[in-house]
């Protein structure tokens, strides 16, 4: 799929966006393209709106695939509520960069991996996504000063707040990764990714190769 953004209503700066856009104009047949991907399955919209949030049915095949992923790592916890993000400004730009990174040779892995966060920051990321200057709040940046994810809920959770308890399911491009610390600002070339050593800590630093795709309200036994 070829993806070229013009100045539209799903391509204007990340911090302007919104539904009344006054220097963007709709283009369906760009939003036709994103709701191609197979990303885009479960979606209800017609990707006319900047941002959706969409409640998941308990008995949906979706949520069974969701809560899957969840109770392998979850450890004592369980889903009470799953929104999925119908973002297609958002997943028009990761799908973009997964092509950018393709055609330079480094062909990425697609990662469905976990991460923890405060309630009241659960709408600006569904809006305009992670922001590493927003990150590392509660927990620092251990392994690299960018946005960390984990492959384990359980881990994750670490960086909820009780009572809250809520993280963002989301998909990452990873390519090529090495241990980070504290003091990784961005990783050396030729890698996009840090870790830490038990492979429990993701940290990416580039814009748009993340995508948020569901919101997890979960609670602790």
Request: aromatic share 12%; hydrophobic share 30%; net charge negative.
């Amino acid at each position: 799929m070829q993806l070229h953004m013009r100045c539209t209503e799903y391509s204007c700066n990340k911090m302007s966006i919104s539904a009344n856009c006054e220097q963007c104009e709709r283009n369906p047949v760009l939003a036709e393209e994103i709701l191609k991907d197979p990303m885009t399955t479960w979606w209800e919209e017609t990707a006319q709106s900047p941002v959706e949030l969409k409640e998941v049915s308990e008995n949906s095949t979706e949520y069974e695939e969701v809560n899957g992923l969840f109770r392998l790592t979850s450890r004592g916890m369980s889903i009470t509520k799953l929104e999925r993000v119908e973002n297609p400004y958002l997943l028009g730009h990761y799908l973009m960069k997964k092509e950018k990174m393709r055609s330079e040779g480094s062909y990425p892995s697609e990662r469905s991996l976990f991460h923890g966060t405060f309630e009241k920051y659960v709408s600006d990321i569904c809006k305009y996504n992670f922001d590493w200057r927003k990150c590392g709040n509660s927990r620092g940046h251990k392994f690299g000063q960018g946005v960390s994810f984990a492959p384990e809920v359980s881990y994750a959770r670490h960086y909820t707040t009780y009572g809250e308890d809520v993280m963002i399911l989301t998909k990452v491009l990873v390519s090529k990764d090495i241990v980070g610390s504290s003091s990784t600002v961005v990783p050396p070339a030729p890698y996009d990714t840090t870790k830490n050593i038990k492979n429990t800590v993701i940290v990416k630093y580039d814009d748009d190769d993340f995508y948020p795709q569901y919101v997890i309200h979960f609670k602790r036994f």
